[in-house]
Structures are given as structure tokens and as C-alpha cells.
């Protein structure tokens, strides 16, 4: 028994199955000219479906779904539809005109639908027009592009004909991004864990830009602790710091010698110094990343120059930098103390450690407390089921 479509569902509607695939790329294929958003290109990028062919002479409605945030434009004088005998009206490889001609664009622009009309078994048919790429792959869709061929509101099986999917690239911009300190007190030296995926190769002499915060120096030496990269990287990174005009620091990270950095997720460990006064990470409407503190990430075709992006950048909240606590130790305990709190130093073991800390000055109220091992720890899921307090 095949997947109805349900008209009863909380949203009014869910998937139903097709009675044939359109296999791709015999029957069904799209080209995108390229993957990088519209913010970073200001450009539109062309898509040509071909081929659409159907296995059997039908008539029928047909729809093409682009993957979530992506944006068809579809406009007479740039998008065709003709078989290629047309000339320049055509489309290459199309042996006859697109039945339904041009479709129209769905409210969700997302969706390009035809009525129904006939189609010929036989034929191979094409449509060349245009597309907006959004700021990033989608999380809440397939990545991919699907035509149906049949009635996608009906229940009815027979009426659903044949359907089809491809896969469709990444889009150009860096995700998974993140900045983490070994420490935020203010004015100390602080190791950064940076980790950012790169969708797109970073030819030799380019370079992964990391920008601060206002406030933050450069170390003495900058040197880059990798912990992880692409397999296909052939050469070690390094690093050089540079203070920008606003005040931010400037961290470039290429290979030592010339060579491309392939795509995929780079995490490395750079120290630098944290601001000398305190800063907030408080909420903000006004900035890229949410809140007061923004770190920067590009991915740079040319290292000198910053407007020379591959992907889009990304911004990611920051960390607040905090005055330095009174005191803060792992408390020293004796032997038989650490067999009573069952404190193990074997590795992979579970084990348990006390902290003792002094406040410089009162909190005025709730907060937050973090405290962060050293890499390589793992704190337990329940964690504060056996956390205890007391104050001295």
C-alpha cells in the first residue's frame, strides 16, 4: 500500500509517494552556475534543467522545488524554454518547446509550477533561467532539488505520476564557527580554540581572517596549535596578527608553505591577550552576531586583501571578559580525602575534583557560573547531580 497524501494532518497536508522515479541524470538534470549568495555576489546565478523527460506520454501538472531559501526568477527576455533548434531562444539539447512554457513562480518562490498540459515520452525537454542562492545551505530542508510529475495536492495515486531528486552543492559560506577561551579574565593570556567549516578550497596565498572584538592584543609570537584539519592539507599552519583600524586584532592562518587549504572543518589553537577592562556579552540588536561581542571569520582568495572572500563570512557571538577572580585552585587533598570522594587519575576514568574559588566582588544578584576543563575532559550529561557546595 503506497504513502497517501493526508489532507488531515496538523499543517493540512503531508508528503505522498509517487508511482515512478525520474531517474537523474537520464531524465532529469540541473546545473547551477554557481553557489555563492546573492549578499556576497550582488548576482544571480543561472540554472539550466535538462534533461526532463517522462516515461510515458502523460498529461499532467509538473512542479521543480528548489531547496529551501533559494529563490526562482523566472523573466521573459532571460529565461528559455524552446527546443534548441530555436537558436538562441532554445535550450541546448532540448528537442521540443517545454509544454507549459514558462512556469509560474509559488508563493514561497521556492517552487516553480506549470498546469497541466501534455507530455511526450519521447521528447527532451529543458528550462534555462535564474536563481537567488541564500546566505547559507539549509538546515531545515533537504539540500536538494526535486520535480514532480502528477497532482502533489491529490491523494489519489494514480494521479501522481513520477517524481525525481538531485542533490545540490553547498552554498558558498562558512558554517559550524565557534571561538572558545581557556580564560576571560581581563588582561590575561588566553588560548582560543577556533573552529570554522570552509565550503570552498583557499588557493596558496590565501588565508582564514579571524577578527576580535575590540580590545584584544597580539601575542609576542604567533604560532598555531592544530587539532584538526582536511586530510587533503600537505603543509602545517601558521599564523600572523595585525591590529585593525577599529581597534579589533586581525589573526591570518595559512600554511606555512605555499599550498591550497581544501575545504572542510579546520579547529586550531592560537593565543593572544585578552582586553585590559571588562566587556559585556550582553544582548544587541545592532550587531551582526546577536550580541555586544563579535568575532569574524572570512575566508580570504587573497591574504592581504579583505574584500577578496571565497565564502560568505560568518559572525559569532563573543565571550564577556570578566575582572580576575580573588583566588581559584583545585583544592589539595590528602590521600585518604581523595579516596573518599573516589578522585582517579587513571585516563578515561571517571573521577571527581574540588574547586575552591574567592569572588573579587558580589555577583548583585543570580548569575551564571562557568567552569571549563582543560581539552580533552568530558563533564558528565547530569552533571550537578553530584555537584556539592559549601563556602568557608
Not at 36 to 42: E, T, Y
Not at 264 to 288: D, I
Request: with cysteine; net charge negative.
Amino acid at each position: 500500500e503506497p504513502l497517501r497524501l493526508s489532507l488531515a494532518g496538523p499543517a493540512g497536508t503531508a508528503w505522498g509517494l509517487y508511482a515512478r522515479p525520474i531517474l537523474a541524470p537520464e531524465r532529469f538534470g540541473i546545473q547551477v552556475s554557481s553557489y555563492r549568495p546573492f549578499s556576497l555576489s550582488a548576482a544571480l546565478a543561472t540554472v539550466t534543467i535538462f534533461p526532463i523527460r517522462t516515461s510515458t506520454d502523460v498529461t499532467s501538472r509538473l512542479r521543480i522545488l528548489a531547496p529551501s531559501g533559494y529563490e526562482w526568477e523566472v523573466a521573459v527576455g532571460t529565461a528559455k524554454y524552446a527546443r534548441e533548434a530555436a537558436g538562441a531562444l532554445g535550450v541546448p539539447g532540448a528537442s521540443a518547446d517545454l509544454p507549459g512554457g514558462l512556469p509560474t513562480v509559488a508563493s514561497s518562490k521556492s517552487a516553480l509550477e506549470w498546469a497541466s498540459t501534455n507530455y511526450v515520452a519521447t521528447e527532451a525537454y529543458g528550462l534555462f533561467c535564474q536563481i537567488k542562492v541564500p546566505d547559507s545551505t539549509p538546515t531545515d530542508s533537504v539540500n536538494a532539488f526535486f520535480v514532480e510529475l502528477g497532482d502533489w495536492t491529490s491523494g489519489d495515486f494514480a494521479t501522481r505520476h513520477e517524481a525525481g531528486v538531485v542533490s545540490a552543492s553547498d552554498v558558498q559560506a562558512l558554517f559550524d564557527a565557534s571561538v572558545t577561551p581557556s580564560t576571560a579574565a581581563v588582561g590575561a593570556s588566553v588560548a582560543l580554540t577556533i573552529q570554522v567549516h570552509t565550503a570552498t578550497d583557499i588557493p596558496a596565498g590565501g588565508a582564514l581572517l579571524v577578527t576580535s572584538p575590540v580590545g584584544f592584543q597580539p601575542p609576542v609570537a604567533c604560532s598555531v596549535e592544530t587539532i584538526q584539519v582536511p586530510s587533503g592539507l600537505v603543509a602545517d599552519l601558521s599564523c600572523v596578527t595585525a591590529s585593525a583600524g577599529s581597534g579589533a586584532l586581525e589573526i591570518r592562518t595559512s600554511p606555512a608553505t605555499a599550498a591550497v587549504m581544501p575545504k572542510g572543518l579546520y579547529r586550531f589553537r592560537v593565543s593572544v591577550q585578552n582586553p585590559a577592562s571588562a566587556a559585556s556579552s550582553s544582548a544587541s540588536g545592532s550587531t551582526a552576531c546577536g550580541v555586544e561581542q563579535c568575532w569574524t571569520l572570512s575566508s580570504l582568495q587573497s591574504s592581504g586583501d579583505p574584500a577578496s572572500s571565497l565564502d560568505l563570512h560568518t559572525s559569532i557571538p563573543g565571550f564577556a571578559v570578566h575582572a580576575q577572580m580573588r583566588h581559584a585552585a583545585l583544592a589539595p587533598l590528602t590521600d585518604a580525602q581523595r579516596f573518599a570522594i573516589r578522585q582517579s587519575t587513571q585516563p578515561g576514568k571517571a573521577s571527581c575534583i574540588v574547586l575552591a574559588m574567592e569572588l573579587t566582588s558580589s555577583s548583585g544578584g543570580v548569575a551564571e557560573m562557568v567552569v571549563r576543563a582543560p581539552p580533552g575532559f568530558v563533564f558528565g550529561t547530569d552533571c550537578l547531580a553530584g555537584v556539592h557546595t559549601a563556602s568557608a
